[in-house]
């Protein structure tokens, strides 16, 4: 299945998959249940305390799904066996990823979650934590620095105007792109890679931190700015809980790629929500503003 007839999958064909893998490798699945429908579907498979993530939406910018998922599998379960907080794969069934009707698909354990949503204090210190483990982390996969978010936004360059993006600013974020590479670097760690709040539930067990797909190794400096881009929280609050807050001055070429990024991948949320397009095109404008007046 291509990236486009993937992004058309329904409700029911990504909850139809994540059940049919499951009860394949003989997990009784009664009552699935979806918990979010994003650009990837979330199932919980009730009566099992199992989830599937499901890709839908995410192989237009990453063709290859396939890899991500693995990554993000091999360093949840790298993360748990080092005692990390974060939602752990399943030993229920193989975690995957699996590959159903043209679907990719993972599972994980079923954890409670809290409609409390973490302050910025609390964010920085359980990123820092988390950091301090990932740091103790061989290379887990072969790749280069930053590989995750700079192949996405090449595939958005090139095939971004069928999501609707103008021609010509894609070819300014791939301009803006060629003059941070140089600046985006520093000591190479394996990353979260995506670590805005959202990606930080609340437990009963504490805080943990799921999400692994967009893990990369990189300078910690790309979680930084994931953090004090967010809208979600005061991102210069939560960095500056942490044992050794950055700048802003340091991490301003991570967060100006962090901009782009996002501008990017608004144009995937648009493709499930067209209604959204209009403000695809109005935050990728702005990205692209910002980072020309940043370098300048």
Known sequence: MTATATA?????????????????????????ALLSWGVNAVVHLRPAPVVA?????????????????????????????AGAAVVPPTDLLPPGPHEHDGLTVSFWRHVDVSPDRPTAAQAGRSLAELHE?????PPLWTGSPLDRPLEDLAVFVASGTRLGADRTLLGEVEELVTALRPRLAGPEMTLHGDTHPGNLLVTGDGLRWTDLEDTSRGPRHWDLASLRASARLDGRAALDAMPDPVGDAELAPFVWLRRLYAGAWWFVHAAREPADLPEARARLAAAVEEVHAGLA
């Open 8 to 32: 058309t999958a329904t409700v029911e064909q990504a909850v139809a998959a994540a059940v049919a893998v499951a009860r394949r490798h003989g997990l009784p699945v009664d009552d699935p």
């Open 53 to 81: 993530r499901v890709a839908v939406y995410t192989p237009l910018l990453r063709p290859e799904i396939d890899r991500p998922f693995t990554r993000e599998v091999a360093l949840a379960a790298a993360l748990t066996e």
């Open 133 to 137: 483990v990932l740091d103790t982390l």
